[in-house]
């Protein structure tokens, strides 16, 4: 598997901070993954992402990005292959409608007008706002905002999308809204994710995890390996998902649930069909 | 509150409408001097057929822009009386209670408010037909020679156009902070002025420090986009300058031609 991000050994400590925001942080990103980061507040989790978009240079080790050691000199190379999602749908809004915005980074790169037409078109027929291209940010929700700040980042047809927090600002529906649409751009253009959040409801759809905890790296694997470690994610301000800890408290009252169910869905379709497979049991 | 600043363009598909920005704006400019070249019954007439053959073009409701006239309607109105009160020409048309009314007067107080209120249209018309994006892009491209003596012209219409984008933001903003500071008993309504001046620094005190959050964080979503200025950068609004413009270009030079041919 080809590794599209690798970070080694990397350290940062914050100017007139006496503790390291990182320690010694090391972990692969291979092509075509959806890694999460999660971690509480003052995980090291933002600072991480602010050293793998060059906003931060760290204070030791190296980053490197699609086979180019990220420093000084080759930042803007680096940000050329990489696409990143904000936390604030508003403060990334910079065009005065939805294809200005989109436009916006394509501009930045030179690429010519009819060239920028097709990506445009593209870009927001893939995130689903190609009925939106004329309208003001002012008209639209924050998760259609958010879908608008990915078609943005998608035209410049990055190898790498970063999710910074993109959800954290946004109602139910809208965090459902660009999960969905992340998860069907990965399908279609195997393209790499790594999103950082301090919500485990985001876990689950991810390949791998890294739990971030007072800046280093305290647990990685499968979103199931993770969450075999509950106690000690609860232990690190983490709130496990709702359908996790109900499995696990109908388990603890001899409800037979097979699995600790990560995702509502798979939740509920056991518990439907759970009646039946009981009297299937007390049949036989 | 939305409707203050932006809301005054009006949607259409006129000619006017699609006219390129930078014909609308030149239009304008020159407007504003060739109207001074009138000044008898002929000139004002043939000025006033214009500008109402732009409105009729226009296909804009009378009423937006009776509109857009009303706050400076009683300018033009104190011009007139000002002048039909103060001017000592011509022969007495009426005197009462000591004071006299010559003709001349109310001939110059009826041509300087039409002036006036010929200028008004004209510029209501523009921003009543021209989205703030397009001027700003007008702005742009009219204004590019000056980048020869270092003038920042790009950044000075991408300043622009990220403003008109944030005004809507921030005033949303504005409302939820005043509802805020309202909810935790600040009153923004009554009292005497130096009270209500004071009150002001609860809203606008957060309100800077949000805009300079946004500001910072719109920087680095800009930087991380590929931003770096202006040079080697291309344009998706593209402004076209088609037949009709240069038409309208040559009118105007005709209307300066025939006013300057009239005027006494």
């Known amino acids: 598997m080809e590794v599209v991000v690798r970070v080694e050994n990397v350290s940062f400590q914050y100017v007139n901070e006496q503790t390291y925001a990182l320690q010694n942080v090391s972990f ?89 037409e ?30 608008v700040a990915i078609a943005s980042a998608i035209a410049l047809q990055p190898h790498i999308i970063i999710l910074d927090e993109a959800t954290s600002m946004l ?36 390949d791998r995890v890294i739990v971030m905890n007072k800046g280093r790296i305290a647990l990685e694997g499968t979103p199931e390996h993770i969450f075999a470690h509950g106690a000690k994610l609860e232990e690190m301000g983490l709130d496990l998902p709702f359908s996790l800890q109900l499995s696990q408290r109908l388990k603890e009252n001899d409800i037979p649930i097979t699995t600790d169910h990560l995702t509502m869905e798979g939740l509920v379709s056991e518990l439907w069909t759970l009646y039946s497979a009981m009297s299937n049991i007390a049949t036989k | 509150m939305n409707n203050m600043i932006i809301g005054k363009y009006v949607p259409g598909d006129s000619l006017i409408h699609r006219l390129d920005p930078r014909t609308k704006l030149l239009l304008m400019f020159i407007y504003v001097f060739i109207v001074f070249l009138a000044n008898n019954e002929w000139t004002y007439g043939v000025l006033t057929f214009f500008t ?10 009378l009423s937006f822009i009776i509109k857009g006239l009303k706050p400076v309607l009683w300018v033009i109105v104190f011009t007139f009386l000002l002048h039909v009160l103060f001017t000592k020409e011509g022969n ?48 742009e491209s009219l204004l590019s020679p000056l980048k020869k003596w270092n003038i920042p012209v790009h950044e000075l219409a991408l300043m622009m156009s990220i403003s008109l984008r944030f005004i809507p933001t921030l005033m949303e903003e504005t409302e939820k902070i005043m509802k805020a500071q309202m909810a935790r008993g600040v009153d923004f309504a009554s009292g005497p002025l130096s009270e209500r001046m004071k009150a002001m620094t609860a809203l606008l005190v957060p309100l800077f420090i949000s805009a300079f959050k946004r500001a910072e964080e719109l920087a680095v979503a800009m930087e991380v986009r590929g931003y770096r200025g202006g040079n080697g950068r291309t344009k998706w609004r593209e402004l076209t300058w088609r037949g009709i413009d240069t038409a309208f270009m040559i009118l105007l030079g005709f209307l300066a031609i025939v006013l300057w041919l009239l005027r006494s």
């Open chain 1, 28 to 116: 692969q990103v291979y092509k075509g993954e959806w890694v999460t980061i999660v971690g509480h507040n003052g995980s090291g989790k933002s600072t991480l992402a602010k050293l793998l978009i060059g906003l931060l240079p760290p204070t030791s080790g190296t980053i490197h990005a699609c086979g180019i050691s990220l420093n000084e000199k080759t930042v803007w190379d680096v940000r050329k292959r990489l696409g990143i999602v904000f936390q604030n749908p508003d403060n990334q809004f910079v065009g005065t409608t939805v294809q200005d915005d989109v436009a916006f980074g394509l501009e930045n790169r030179g690429v010519p007008k009819n060239e920028m």
């Open chain 2, 92 to 139: 007495i048309v009426f005197q009462w209670l000591g004071i006299e009314v010559y003709d001349k007067a109310i001939q110059q107080g009826a041509f300087i408010s039409l002036r006036f209120l010929l200028l008004i249209v004209v510029t209501t018309l523009l921003t009543l037909t021209t989205t703030p994006i397009e001027v700003t892009d007008g702005m």
């Open chain 1, 171 to 206: 109602d139910p529906s809208g965090k459902r809204e660009v999960l969905q649409v992340i998860q069907s751009l990965r399908h279609e253009h195997d393209m790499t994710v790594i999103s950082i959040t301090h919500d485990l409801n985001e876990v689950a759809k991810a």
């Open chain 2, 52 to 61: 109402c053959a732009l409105l009729f073009l226009s296909r804009i409701k």
């Open chain 1, 118 to 147: 097709k990506r445009i078109k593209d870009a927001l027929q893939k995130v689903g706002m190609e009925n939106f291209a004329n309208d003001e940010p002012h008209r639209l929700s924050g998760g259609q905002k958010q879908r």
